[in-house]
């Protein structure tokens, strides 16, 4: 088994998550603090960069 075919996809989708996220945060600023949103606009640019560069990088062997 695989764990980079597994790590990709969950690390791309937790991006995304985190990225619309710290979105819908800024867009509500006046409930959030703006370091809050920043740590996880940071955060999701990682994981999804991660995730990708773990898709990309996994061989298709069947």
Do not use: C, H, Q
């Amino acid at each position: 088994m695989n764990l980079k075919r597994i790590f990709g996809p969950l690390l791309t989708v937790a991006g995304i998550v985190g990225l619309i996220y710290s979105a819908y945060l800024f867009i509500n600023s006046e409930n959030s603090d703006w370091k809050t949103t920043l740590v996880l606009f940071i955060l999701g640019i990682i994981f999804f960069s991660s995730g990708l560069g773990l898709l990309k990088s996994t061989d298709d062997k069947s």
